[in-house]
Structures are given as C-alpha cells and as structure tokens.
C-alpha cells in the first residue's frame, strides 16, 4: 500500500511537470494564465493550500480586460474538471473562493455566471470520487462538500443582491440594516431561509474532521468558517427586523419565521463540533432562542384572538338566526295576518275568553 501511494505521487507529480511545460512551450495568447492556474494547483504539497503569492498572481488577471477575465477563469474551470486528484480539486476549489473573498468584481462576474447562468451544482464536483485508497477517498467527500458552499454563496448573494464576502455586506452595517427594515416582511423571510440553507449547507461537512490536520483541509474550514460569521451577521439583521415586526406578522408568516430559527439553532452543536467554537458567539443563540420564545408566545396569542373572533362570530350567527325567527313570528304582512300564527276568527276568541 505504501508503495504504492508513493508511485501514485509520483505519477501525480509528473503529470503536473508535463502540464507545466505543455503550458511553457504554448504560443497561446492565454499562456501566463495556464501557468499562473497550473501553479496554484499543483500536484505538489498536496496538503498545503496555495501561496498567498500564487493567489495574488491568479487574481491579477482580473485587473485586466473583460476577455482576459473570462480566459483565466476558463482555464480554472477547465483545471478542475479535468482532475481527478482531490488535493488538486481542492486547491482550485480555495482559489475560486479565494476570488470570491477578496478578489476584483469582475473575475466575480465571470464565476458567477460560469458556464452561463450559474446555479445549483454549476461547479459539477457533486460526483466527483476518488477510490483508490481511504485518504483520498477521505478528501474527494471534502471535495463535494466544498464545491457545495461555493454554489450555495453565489445562490445566497444573488438572493441578497449583493456578493456575501463583499466589503459593503461586511462593514456598512448601519447601511445593511436601513435595506433590511425596507423590505417586505415575504422578503426578509424569504432572505432568512436562504441564510439558513448556507448554514445547513456548511454543516453537512465530512464526519472525517481529522483530517484538519491537514493544512489544505484546514485551510478550506477556515474559509468556510469566515463565511459562517458573515452568515451570522446576516441573519442577526433579519431577526432582529422581524422581531421589532413580529406583532403585525401573520399565524403562517410567524410559523415560517419559527421554521427558520429552529432549523438554524439545530445546527448549533455541529457548528461548534466543525469550527471548535471559533465562531461560537453564545450572544446570538441567546437572542435567538428569546425571538423563539416571542414568537411562540405571539402565536398563542394570535389563536386565542382569532378562537375569540371566530366564537364571537359563532355566536352572533346564532343570535341572529333567533332573533330573525321572532321577527318571522311577530311581523305582519299585507293582509292584516301574522307570519306564524294562524287567523282566529272573532267568535272563536270571544269563545276563548
């Protein structure tokens, strides 16, 4: 076994010098992009993510033009598509979110409509599987999971409107709580479960949490956990937006509310397992634990007034059928009669006296 890991390395290695010289020796336009994708992807240091030095090379390519843009993030598609080493996939899977985090909006751009629209499972990776032997078969499931959340990023940023890592979504918060008391109560809700979605998403990573010690593994939680704390944030404006609102919310739009904050408080011990409290932020579970408990209060309330509404209209009907049968009885009509009494001649009512 152990041989044969190491000739797999080797041939890992070789293949990665072959692409390189490939690139070297390519008249295309595009050959600093293939070299710049190639050696931030390297089959080498398998466990070590990309350089700083090697991540600020590859987002240069979009302080440039348009074309050059789209060739470069054409290349890093193409790099992990065409592998079927996970430390390689991993290493382009950091990249992109390298982008995402801290990268120009244009190469932003490109991504998030690769191939043309973007969407669910637009990076592919979600049969991506290695077999030959436990460790990588290991990193293939971290693999599919991490090319998860970067799908779910770019589908919680467009719902939002705007890129979750960007700076104005992290800095103005006063600015991000004036758009979030702005909107509708169906569309702070609608924004909440999303939210809610990514951190689901972010809890469904491998049991084989071991494997943080290695340093690339390691690397991609700790990005993942920088989105958590974004995530956080977000999702402390909507609740505290809805809280304030919560007397002039609806019975369903309060249930769907107390959805969102169960399912997010049911992650709570996964979180704190996966990021080893570094995100831990008891303040937050507190706060939404007493929303949870207002709402449910507030829903009670609400169905005791709507059981009272709906006794008293009950109630009313009764009354007013009664009432609409005393009027039949006492109303007279044209001819001098009652309505539900029969005419008593004279001489019977004299007799009947």
Request: aromatic share 8%; proline share 2%.
């Amino acid at each position: 076994m152990g041989h044969r890991k190491k000739l797999r390395t080797v041939i890992d290695i070789l293949k990665c010098l072959t692409s390189n010289i490939k690139a070297t020796l390519s008249t295309k336009r595009n050959t600093k992009i293939r070299i710049a994708v190639l050696r931030a992807t390297t089959a080498r240091n398998s466990s070590s993510p990309p350089s700083d030095n090697r991540i600020a090379a590859v987002i240069s390519f979009g302080r440039g033009s348009r074309l050059t843009a789209c060739a470069f993030i054409e290349a890093l598609m193409d790099r992990l598509q065409g592998t079927k080493n996970p430390s390689v996939a991993l290493k382009c899977l950091f990249t992109i979110h390298s982008i995402i985090k801290k990268g120009p909006f244009i190469l932003k751009d490109q991504l998030s409509f690769y191939p043309s629209f973007g969407g669910r499972n637009f990076l592919n990776m979600s049969k991506f599987r290695q077999d030959s032997d436990p460790e990588r078969w290991e990193l293939a499931s971290w693999v599919r999971w991490y090319a998860t959340v970067i799908e779910q990023n770019f589908i919680v940023s467009r719902f939002l409107g705007h890129y979750l890592n960007s700076s104005c979504s992290s800095n103005n918060s006063k600015d991000d709580e004036d758009k979030a008391s702005a909107l509708l109560n169906k569309d702070l809700l609608g924004e909440l479960d999303v939210l809610v979605d990514f951190v689901e998403v972010i809890c469904e990573a491998p049991d084989s949490l071991h494997l943080q010690l290695n340093n690339l593994v390691y690397a991609v939680i700790r990005y993942a956990g920088e989105d958590y704390r974004i995530v956080q944030r977000e999702i402390l404006i909507r609740v505290v937006e809805l809280k304030d609102r919560m007397a002039s919310l609806s019975c369903n739009e309060l249930t769907q509310l107390l959805g969102s904050l169960k399912r997010f408080e049911d992650c709570k011990e996964r979180l704190r397992l996966l990021f080893v409290n570094r995100a831990r932020n008891d303040a937050l579970w507190e706060f939404i634990c007493g929303a949870k408990l207002k709402i449910m209060e507030m829903g009670k309330l609400k169905s005791l007034v709507k059981m009272e509404r709906t006794d008293g209209s009950g109630e009313l009907t009764r009354f007013r059928e009664r009432f609409g049968e005393l009027r039949q009885l006492v109303r007279l009509n044209t001819s001098g009669g009652w309505f539900g009494m029969d005419r008593v001649p004279a001489s019977t009512m004299s007799t009947m006296l």
